[in-house]
Antibody, heavy 120, light 106 residues
Framework: QVQLQESGPGLVKPSETLSLTCVVS?????????WGWIRQPPGKGLEWVGS???????YYSPSLKSRVTLSLDTSRRQFSLRLKSVTAADTAVYYC?????????????WGQGTLVTVSP | SYDLTQTPSLSVSPGQTASIACSGD??????VSWYQQRPGQSPLLVIY???KRPSGIPERFSGSNSGNTATLTISGTQAMDEGDFYC?????????FGGGTKLTVL
C-alpha cells in the first residue's frame, strides 16, 4: 500500500521560505512516476503547485514558478517543496501526491495534508 | 491558461443519480480525472482517463467525456457520497483543476 506523509512547520512568517517534506512508503520513488504538491487554501478549491520525476524533470504552476523549488531524494524516499517569499495568500493545506506521467496525468495517492499558516 | 468550469453545488436524494459536469474548451481532446473530497479528508481519485475506475472505487461511479463537457455520474447515490468533487486535466505541462462541485445528498 502506497503511503505519503507530509511534514514541516505549521507556521511561517511573511517573506520567509516555506519548506515541506513528503516521505513515501510502499512505492519506489524512482519507479517512473512524478511526485507532486497540491495545495488548498481554507474553504477553497485545489491548486496544483508542481511535480517532479526521479530523473529530475519538473513542472511548475505558472503562477508559482518563480518562487517554487522541488527536490527529490531517492535514497531517503522523500521529496521536498520550498516556496520562498510567502505571503498570507500562501496559507493552505499542502498535500503531496504520486502523479502518473503523460497526458492522462492524475494523482492516485495523496498524503493526509499539512496546514501551513503564514502569519507574523 | 486552460480553464475548467464546474457548477458550484448539486443536491440529490438518496438512491437517485447525480451527474456532475466539468466544461472546458475542446475537453474531448484531453483525459479527465475526478476526485472526491469528503469533509476534513484528502482528495480521493475516483475516475481517471475519462472512464477508468481505480481499484476499490464502487461501480456506481462512472465517467464520460464528449465535446466540451466531461461528466461524473454517480448511480444510486448514497449518503457517504457527499463531498466536494473536482475534475482535473493535464494541459501545456501543467495540472489544471476545476473549481469543484459540492454534492449534497438529502
Amino acid at each position: 500500500q502506497v503511503q505519503l506523509q507530509e511534514s514541516g512547520p505549521g507556521l511561517v512568517k511573511p517573506s520567509e521560505t516555506l519548506s515541506l517534506t513528503c516521505v513515501v512508503s510502499g512505492s519506489s520513488i524512482g519507479s517512473g512516476y512524478y511526485w507532486g504538491w497540491i495545495r488548498q487554501p481554507p474553504g477553497k478549491g485545489l491548486e496544483w503547485v508542481g511535480s517532479m520525476s526521479y530523473s529530475g524533470s519538473t513542472y511548475y504552476s505558472p503562477s508559482l514558478k518563480s518562487r517554487v523549488t522541488l527536490s527529490l531524494d531517492t535514497s531517503r524516499r522523500q521529496f521536498s517543496l520550498r516556496l520562498k517569499s510567502v505571503t498570507a495568500a500562501d496559507t493552505a493545506v499542502y498535500y503531496c501526491a504520486r502523479v502518473s506521467d503523460g497526458s492522462g496525468s492524475h494523482a492516485d495517492y495523496w498524503g493526509q495534508g499539512t496546514l501551513v499558516t503564514v502569519s507574523p | 491558461s486552460y480553464d475548467l468550469t464546474q457548477t458550484p453545488s448539486l443536491s440529490v436524494s438518496p438512491g437517485q443519480t447525480a451527474s456532475i459536469a466539468c466544461s472546458g474548451d475542446k475537453l474531448w481532446n484531453k483525459y479527465v480525472s475526478w476526485y472526491q473530497q469528503r469533509p476534513g479528508q484528502s482528495p480521493l481519485l475516483v475516475i481517471y482517463q475519462d472512464t477508468k475506475r481505480p481499484s476499490g472505487i464502487p461501480e456506481r461511479f462512472s465517467g464520460s467525456n464528449s465535446g466540451n463537457t466531461a461528466t461524473l455520474t454517480i448511480s444510486g447515490t448514497q449518503a457517504m457520497d457527499e463531498g466536494d468533487f473536482y475534475c482535473q486535466v493535464w494541459d501545456s505541462n501543467t495540472v489544471v483543476f476545476g473549481g469543484g462541485t459540492k454534492l449534497t445528498v438529502l
